[in-house]
């Protein structure tokens, strides 16, 4: 019986969720499968891979089939390099133990690109994050301009109406002074200078004279 290793459909439209199963070719897609070997989320960023290691690289030893996804995913778990060592082993190219050392640096390597990624994804999310606040101050400054610039114009004639009250009542108040600094009283005494009176005894004076003679 021919086996394939291939992904069998799960979750909601939109959001599928994956089983990675190894089955009967001959199966339909999302019919009966023999193991069930792990799991695969592709909206995840980045995307969730969970594998039966062992399980996964004892059929990829027994000469199973892969669709070309399920080899990306077992490329990107490490099954097909260990088995790639392992078949080193069987050649005499290597030993069981130089095999384990590869293997494990491969996987720091790995895990470290990973953590790299995520490191990566958290920091632009933070950034992002941060545009999107300044944007947001930036827009609600531009918004107050807005309405301040409308309200500008009533404010400067209210402002206007009460500067011209008060020089109208400050011309008022400068003018009334001047007219009373020439009232018309004061030009009475002018008159009382020259009073006809004073020049009587000088008439007297000529009648006594007349009489004399």
């Given at each position: 019986?021919?086996?394939?290793?291939?992904?069998?459909?799960?979750?909601?439209?939109?959001?599928?969720?994956?089983?990675?199963?190894?089955?009967?070719?001959?199966?339909?897609?999302?019919?009966?499968?023999?193991?069930?070997?792990g799991?695969?989320?592709?909206?995840?960023?980045?995307?969730?891979?969970?594998?039966?290691?062992?399980?996964?690289?004892?059929?990829?030893?027994?000469?199973?089939?892969?669709?070309d996804?399920?080899?990306?995913?077992?490329?990107?778990?490490?099954?097909?390099?260990?088995?790639?060592?392992?078949?080193?082993?069987?050649?005499?190219?290597?030993?069981?133990?130089?095999?384990?050392?590869?293997?494990?640096?491969?996987?720091?390597?790995?895990?470290?690109?990973?953590?790299?990624?995520?490191?990566?994804?958290?920091?632009?999310?933070?950034?992002?994050k941060?545009?999107?606040q300044?944007?947001?101050v930036?827009?609600?400054?531009?918004?107050?301009?807005?309405?301040?610039?409308?309200?500008?114009?009533?404010?400067?004639?209210?402002?206007?109406?009460?500067?011209?009250?008060?020089?109208?009542?400050?011309?008022?108040?400068?003018?009334?002074?001047?007219?009373?600094?020439?009232?018309v009283?004061?030009?009475?005494?002018?008159?009382?200078?020259?009073?006809?009176?004073?020049?009587?005894?000088?008439?007297?004076?000529?009648?006594?004279?007349?009489?004399?003679?």
């Amino acid at each position: 019986m021919a086996t394939r290793i291939r992904l069998q459909r799960h979750g909601k439209k939109g959001k599928p969720f994956f089983h990675l199963v190894a089955a009967d070719s001959r199966a339909k897609r999302d019919g009966k499968f023999i193991e069930k070997l792990g799991t695969y989320n592709p909206t995840a960023n980045p995307a969730v891979i969970n594998i039966n290691f062992d399980a996964t690289l004892n059929w990829v030893q027994t000469g199973a089939e892969m669709s070309d996804t399920a080899r990306a995913i077992l490329s990107y778990k490490g099954v097909l390099y260990k088995n790639h060592l392992l078949n080193g082993v069987k050649k005499g190219a290597l030993t069981v133990e130089q095999v384990e050392e590869k293997f494990a640096q491969w996987l720091a390597d790995k895990d470290s690109k990973v953590q790299n990624k995520v490191d990566g994804l958290v920091k632009n999310a933070a950034q992002e994050k941060i545009a999107r606040q300044q944007a947001e101050v930036a827009a609600n400054a531009a918004k107050a301009a807005v309405v301040a610039a409308k309200n500008a114009p009533v404010v400067e004639e209210v402002a206007e109406e009460v500067a011209v009250e008060e020089t109208t009542e400050e011309v008022v108040a400068e003018e009334a002074p001047a007219v009373e600094e020439a009232p018309v009283a004061e030009e009475a005494p002018a008159v009382e200078e020259a009073p006809v009176a004073e020049e009587a005894p000088a008439a007297e004076e000529a009648s006594e004279e007349a009489a004399a003679e």
